[in-house]
C-alpha cells in the first residue's frame, strides 16, 4: 500500500476538545485497520499532546488555537500537535519523567514519556513565546499482516 | 463518552467506580467529587473501580496518585481493581503499580481491605 493521505484540523484550546481530538484522530486513522492496542496509544498521545498544549502552551486560555496534522504513507502515520503558546524554556527538563512545571495541578508530569513510549519517534521543536509542536511518527502494523 | 462515577460507601471504605473518559477535561471534578465524598463520609479506605473506565491518560495518573496521598496521609490504604491492559502500562510506565495495590475485582478489593461485601 502507498497512498498518501492527510488532514489538518483546528480547534480552540479548550478542554473539551480533547476528546474531540482522539476521536477525529482515530478514526482517521482507523483506514489503517489498526488494532485496538494501536488505536489507544494514538488516542493516548493526542490526547497527551493536546491537554500540554492547552494547560502549558496556553495556561488554559481558551482562546489559543490547537492545530493537528495528520498524514498516512503506505503504513506510517505521522501526527503533528502545534500550538502558538508560551513555548518551552528546558526541552530536556520538560521531557524528563515525573518532572512537571506545574505541581499544584496535580500533573504526573508523564506526557512527554508516554508519547515517546507509544510512537516510534517524537520530535520537540520549541520556542518561548512562539510556540511548540510535537511530531510524532507510528507504524501501524495492521491487523490484516496478521492473518496473511 | 463523557465521565461519570458511582460512589457507595460500606463502613469506612469507600468504593468509588469511575465511568468512561479520564482525561484532563473530567480531572477537575473526579478529583472534587472524590475529595467530598472521602471527607463527608469520613472515609479511611478507597477501592477505586476502573471496569466502565474506557479511556484515561496521565492526567488520570494525576487524580490516582493525588486520591493515593490523600487516603495514605490519613492513615488509610487504596485498592485499585478491575484494570484495563492499556491502563496498566500506564501505571507501569509512571511507577504507580509499584505503590497502589491493584486487586482483579471490587470482591477482592473489599476482603483485601477486610471488609465483607
Redesign the interface.
Given at each position: 500500500m502507498s497512498e498518501t493521505n492527510f488532514f489538518t484540523l483546528q480547534f480552540a484550546s479548550r478542554s473539551v476538545n480533547e476528546s474531540f481530538a482522539r476521536v477525529a484522530v482515530a478514526s482517521f486513522v482507523s483506514q489503517l485497520d489498526p488494532t485496538l492496542e494501536e488505536l489507544t496509544d494514538i488516542k493516548t498521545v493526542v490526547s497527551e499532546a493536546v491537554t500540554n498544549a492547552i494547560i502549558h502552551g496556553y495556561n488554559e486560555d481558551p482562546n489559543g488555537v490547537v492545530t493537528i496534522r495528520g498524514r498516512i504513507e503506505g503504513d506510517m502515520l505521522y501526527l503533528t500537535v502545534e500550538d502558538e503558546g508560551s513555548g518551552i524554556e528546558d526541552l530536556e527538563l520538560a521531557r524528563t519523567p515525573l518532572y512537571t512545571s506545574k505541581p499544584e495541578l496535580e500533573r504526573s508530569g508523564m506526557g512527554f514519556t508516554i508519547m515517546e513510549n507509544f510512537m516510534d519517534r517524537i520530535d520537540v521543536v520549541s520556542e518561548p513565546g512562539k510556540g511548540t509542536k510535537v511530531e510524532m511518527v507510528k507504524r501501524i502494523e495492521s491487523k490484516k499482516m496478521m492473518y496473511n | 463518552?463523557?465521565f461519570g462515577m458511582q460512589l457507595e460507601q460500606r463502613g469506612r471504605a469507600l468504593i468509588v467506580r469511575l465511568q468512561g473518559?479520564l482525561?484532563?477535561?473530567a480531572?477537575d471534578s473526579a478529583?472534587a467529587q472524590m475529595e467530598d465524598a472521602i471527607l463527608r463520609g469520613n472515609v479511611a479506605h478507597l477501592i477505586l473501580s476502573l471496569k466502565d473506565l474506557s479511556?484515561m491518560?496521565?492526567?488520570g495518573?494525576?487524580?490516582i496518585?493525588?486520591r493515593y496521598k490523600m487516603i495514605t496521609a490519613r492513615g488509610g490504604r487504596m485498592v485499585v481493581c478491575d484494570v484495563s491492559?492499556?491502563v496498566y502500562r500506564?501505571f507501569e510506565?509512571?511507577?504507580l503499580f509499584k505503590i497502589v495495590s491493584i486487586e482483579q475485582s471490587e470482591r477482592e478489593a473489599l476482603s483485601s481491605l477486610g471488609v465483607v461485601s
Open positions: - | 463518552m463523557s473518559e482525561d484532563h477535561h480531572a478529583r479511556f491518560d496521565s492526567s495518573i494525576g487524580v496518585l493525588g491492559p492499556a500506564l510506565m509512571s511507577g
